[in-house]
């Protein structure tokens, strides 16, 4: 059992106080399913980016399985890696899908439980599924190695065992977007990169990162996402939510940047 690691820093410890939470996020979201086949959202602190991410939560489609893509932060574990263990939030548990897990060539893709341990950037999606949908699985993949070569791997991977597998599956990745810069220049950098991921341009993506030194922390999921997608047929990309954590604390001398993201 893969057990909350960051419940009661990033999301409340209990159970009413998180579905409160979450509902509020949801407050003022425009509704209405959307065929999407994969999403970026955020992954700070619900008080932050919460609002953010449930623009593409509200709009997500029911799905047989959530393939979810996180950045490695703590720096443990294998470089790429894929978690089987049964995952638990305070609203309940979530199974990982073993046949879509089988299915995956892992030429890149090992199977690791100690990079998914500490890690938040996956776990603070869960919460956000459980509050839509009942019956699904997931597929948690941890990216430590995020450059090019290896995100369009991890991608391909993604789409043999979608094409493998009998069912419905989203491919979520997990990102914040500029850390820590002043507002102006976070938000004119993040609109910079966000304008590949819409043209779902990986190599221009990559060429704009290096570009201005950017400091996106999930740049490989995005990437890696934007592969499987463009693989599985995927045509178009819409941003529908752009924020920063200055609309919440006020203080834009560093802020964080958060986008949600749909493909179609």
């Known amino acids: 059992m ?11 410890r209990s159970k009413n106080d998180l579905d409160r939470q979450i509902s509020r996020c949801f407050e003022s979201v425009p509704s209405g399913e959307k065929p999407v086949l994969g999403a970026v959202v955020p992954h700070a602190g619900y008080i932050y980016s919460g609002n953010t991410a449930a623009y593409v939560y509200s709009v997500l489609p029911k799905a047989d399985t959530f393939v979810l893509l996180g950045p490695n932060h703590t720096g443990q574990g294998s470089p ?27 030429r890149i893709i090992d199977m690791d439980e100690s990079a998914h341990r500490q890690e938040h950037s996956i776990e603070v999606q869960l919460p956000f599924l459980q509050h839509r949908f009942t019956d699904f699985k997931i597929v948690s993949i941890c990216m430590g190695m995020q450059d090019e070569e290896s995100a369009l791997d991890v991608g391909m991977e993604i789409a043999e065992a979608v094409r493998k597998v009998n069912k419905k599956v989203v491919i979520i990745a997990s990102s914040d977007f500029s850390h820590y810069k002043p507002e102006k220049v976070a938000r004119e950098d993040d609109a910079y990169f966000i304008r590949s991921i819409l043209e779902m341009d990986i190599p221009g993506f990559y060429r704009k990162l290096y570009e201005r030194e950017a400091s996106v922390c999930g740049y490989g999921p995005i990437s890696a996402m934007l592969t499987a997608t463009k693989a599985l047929g995927a045509k178009k990309a819409s941003l529908l939510k752009y924020s920063t954590s200055g609309d919440v604390t006020g203080d834009f001398a560093a802020v964080v940047g958060y986008a949600g993201i749909v493909v179609e």
């Open 80 to 106: 790429i890696s894929v978690s089987s263990e049964k995952w638990s939030t305070p609203l309940g548990e979530v199974n990982s899908d073993i046949e879509f897990i089988k299915a995956l060539p892992k």
């Open 2 to 12: 893969r057990a909350p690691a960051v419940s009661g820093q990033f999301y409340p």
